[in-house]
């Protein structure tokens, strides 16, 4: 029987799916490659729970898409091996973490990057809520990647880079303003036509494309999105889920601002994250998206956060860690453009993302 590796006879889709399956590989062998050559480093325990997040979060994606994998029925031998191939790196892994002493370990599950997307109606706060929790984690020594997935953009402005930025605009070094700021390839057999660049690392993404906001936070955008169809986004969203999915430096926080609605989470646009914060307004709507989103995004932990309450009640069954005020001066900052942080950094607001901050690093607790 012609199995898959038989060749020729591949349809786009086909050739997509196993290239994507080999980038994966790809990845967890790098990330693994340098988990090995740290022996007897003080990072050893940290790089190999890199090895084992990245591991998981492949085979978590592999979990989630294993119906439309499936619909590729011929490849179920190829996913039996990316399975596999997964399943042993995280084996190899725990060993390695678990040969270390508690404290040690406890150490670099300190490092650990955290990887969250935030997710919520359109004006609950996301977008205010990962800038200011980007800028919070910067400034207490933590590397951060802060990623706008909306193609309604804001995030570059609330992270404090003024306007005109994560546009496509004056992004990364020597980068063209025009043109698409975005190491891609066409493929018509993935979702939109476009992929990230074949030989281009997550990381080498990153440092080429990424934008440098106050605090040294590295901010990545889908692009030129004000124009017409949203063509930019289209050629670079397939690319910035992998990068983030695939973004193995082990210590660097990953926060994904997301589109409001329900499409993206469905699709498990949050892939890339082992938390997602759902963002609550006070509004009726703003809880039934909320309500919507939670069951779409429990694959893993989830926190709901209530922000621009002022004293309504809390949204029944939706009980928040954390309630971040309704603040002024917030909404005085988005209007002049500035980053909140920077504007109000002792408003309550701000104060209230400190705390979430504090929430989520795991010498506080594990949520
Ligand atoms: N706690 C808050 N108090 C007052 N205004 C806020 C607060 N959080 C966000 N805002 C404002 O509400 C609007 C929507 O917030 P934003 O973060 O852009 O939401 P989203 O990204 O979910 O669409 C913005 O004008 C923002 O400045
Ligand atoms: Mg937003």
């Not at 980053?339 to 795991?362: M, R």
Request: proline share 5%; hydrophobic share 40%; with cysteine.
């Amino acid at each position: 029987m012609a199995g898959p590796g038989a060749g020729g006879d591949r349809s786009p889709r086909e050739t997509n799916f196993l290239d994507h399956l080999n980038s994966q590989a790809a990845v967890v062998d790098a990330v693994r490659a340098r988990a090995e050559e740290t022996a007897g480093q003080p990072d050893r325990c940290l790089a190999w729970m890199g090895v084992e997040r990245q591991a998981e979060r492949y085979l978590r994606e592999s979990r989630a898409s294993g119906g439309a994998a499936r619909r590729l029925q011929r490849f179920e031998a190829e996913l039996d091996a990316h399975r596999e191939g997964m399943e042993s790196a995280v084996t190899d892994a725990r060993k390695e973490i678990d040969a270390v002493d508690a404290a040690t370990r406890d150490a670099a599950r300190r490092r650990l990057g955290l990887r969250i997307a935030v997710v919520g109606k359109g004006g609950s706060g996301k977008t205010m809520i990962s800038a200011t929790l980007g800028r919070i984690l910067a400034r207490q020594g933590r590397k951060i990647l802060a990623a706008d997935l909306d193609t309604c953009p804001g995030l570059a402005i609330s992270l404090g880079l003024g306007m005109g930025m994560g546009m496509g605009e004056g992004e990364g070094e020597g980068e063209e303003a025009t043109g698409v700021p975005m190491s891609v390839e066409e493929h018509a057999g993935a979702a939109y036509g476009w992929r990230l660049a074949s030989g281009v690392t997550p990381e080498q993404a990153v440092d080429r494309h990424a934008a440098i906001a106050p605090d040294g936070v590295r901010f990545l955008s889908l692009g030129k999105i004000d124009e017409p169809e949203k063509q930019a986004a289209k050629q670079t969203v397939v690319a910035m889920r992998q990068i983030l999915n695939g973004f193995g430096e082990p210590d660097w926080d990953v926060l994904g601002d997301m589109e409001a609605g329900p499409t993206t989470p469905f699709e498990h646009y949050h892939s890339f994250a082992d938390r997602v914060i759902v963002v609550v307004g006070p509004a009726w709507r703003s809880g039934l998206t909320a309500r919507r989103l939670l069951p779409m995004v429990n694959d893993v932990p989830t926190v709901v956060v209530a922000n621009r309450f002022r004293d309504e009640p809390d949204h029944e069954g939706l009980e928040p860690v954390l309630r971040i005020p309704y603040d002024s001066e917030v909404a005085a900052a988005e209007r002049l453009g500035v980053a909140p942080i920077d504007y109000c950094p002792d408003a309550a607001a701000v104060k209230a993302v400190e705390q979430l901050a504090g929430l989520f690093l795991p010498q506080e607790v594990s949520l």
